[in-house]
């Protein structure tokens, strides 16, 4: 346990920033999952949004620390990789109907 004052201070700032940091990381997986849930039912126009906003809570945790910033650029790499070719794929599947 800490003795002294400035020590208590910063384990008291730990827990904070430790529980807003695991926030920041729900909802960067929220978003993630978001994505993927829009991928897996072949809605184009909602897995566009939702990679535009997991994008975004990529950068902002990378930007914070929390995960880093390698990371952050090859989980958007993925992603859109992914939409991409979920792009093709819709594109192929009309092309072919006519």
Do not use: P
């Amino acid at each position: 346990m800490a003795h002294s004052l400035s020590a208590r201070k910063r384990v008291r700032q730990n827990e904070k920033h430790n529980a807003y940091n695991r926030w920041r990381l729900r909802n960067l997986r929220d978003a993630l999952k978001a994505f993927e849930d829009k991928f897996i039912h072949n809605d184009a126009a909602g897995a566009k949004d939702a990679f535009k906003s997991a994008c975004q809570l990529l950068d902002k945790t990378a930007g914070k620390g929390v995960i880093h910033k390698n990371t952050a650029a090859r989980k958007k790499s993925r992603l859109s990789a992914r939409l991409k070719a979920m792009a093709a794929a819709g594109a192929g599947t009309t092309s072919k109907k006519k």
